[in-house]
């Protein structure tokens, strides 16, 4: 007998509750987990308490061997576009020290720990229009609404869009093409974001649940570790960007909090960018 036990890992029913202000959890007895992000059961609105949240609940989802397969998915008709009224005043009494825990840190972590720390496949659902939507996009595989549209708001609201978008937009879009959302904020529907290759399906949103469980049971039908293999080999390009430029990329929205020295992430800002989606713009500019 070992001089030493196994330390105990994370118990399902303990961290639903711990994180059920932040996140609805659902596990089948077969292990495959839906988590649902929300903002008082709506849509997520972005804060910095928010931001810190998901790379902490994908650390412990990692470290729950019972956890099979995750999928992933907004709230409601929209998958987050609008900012907490009141999630940024830490950032504001303190550009340069959030700067580095909210920009750099928490960041970092969050798109990290999707693609480094789960052993199991992912699927992500973008269940409506939004920002931050590198978080389903560098799941395994994406579903997307036919209601939604993908569009990235930094530059439009004075950030450097070096927060995980652009590792996003850059391995799905390419350089071009990247360079041309991250700079005008173009709104991409789900039409066109499965022509690019953003998306591997788009389904009506009342119909994205349904088949992401199909699709989840298609590969739980192989053996364990047969599963998480494969999922190793399907990840290695996320592997191969992330190691490449995520830590460069927050870095450089980190300086440009700094030197602008004013956060970009209140409300206001974000209300006057996301409105021009809701006219059926393609991009602020139009």
Avoid at 196 to 206: D, I, K, Q, S
């Amino acid at each position: 007998m070992s001089l030493q036990d196994f330390l105990p890992t994370p118990e399902f029913e303990e961290y639903r509750e711990f994180f059920q202000d932040f996140y609805t959890l659902e596990r089948r007895d077969d292990g495959v987990l839906l988590v649902q992000a929300h903002t008082r059961g709506g849509p997520v609105q972005l804060s910095v308490q928010n931001h810190r949240s998901l790379g902490q609940l994908l650390k412990v989802i990692g470290a729950d061997p019972k956890n099979e397969l995750l999928i992933y998915s907004g709230t409601g008709d929209d998958f987050m576009v609008d900012s907490d009224p009141d999630g940024f005043e830490l950032e504001s009494s303190d550009v340069a020290h959030w700067a580095y825990e909210y920009a750099y840190k928490d960041g970092r972590i969050n798109v990290s720990s999707m693609v480094n720390d789960l052993e199991i496949p992912t699927i992500g659902i973008m269940n409506g229009p939004g920002f931050h939507s590198e978080i389903v996009l560098m799941c395994d595989l994406t579903l997307m609404a036919e209601e939604a549209t993908i569009f990235d708001l930094h530059y439009a609201i004075g950030s450097a869009p070096g927060d995980g978008i652009h590792s996003a937009f850059q391995e799905l879009l390419g350089t071009k093409r990247a360079a041309y959302a991250l700079l005008t904020g173009e709104a991409i529907d789900a039409a066109t974001a499965l022509e690019y290759g953003m998306v591997n399906e788009t389904l009506p949103r009342a119909e994205l649940l349904e088949r992401a469980y199909a699709i989840a049971d298609h590969i739980m039908h192989q053996p364990r570790t047969m599963r998480r293999m494969t999922t190793q080999i399907v990840r290695r390009p996320w592997k191969r960007r992330i190691v490449d430029d995520l830590d460069g990329g927050f870095a450089m929205q980190m300086f440009a909090h700094v030197a602008k020295g004013a956060p970009s992430h209140g409300r206001d800002h974000i209300a006057t960018t996301t409105n021009y989606w809701r006219e059926g713009k393609r991009t602020p500019i139009d």
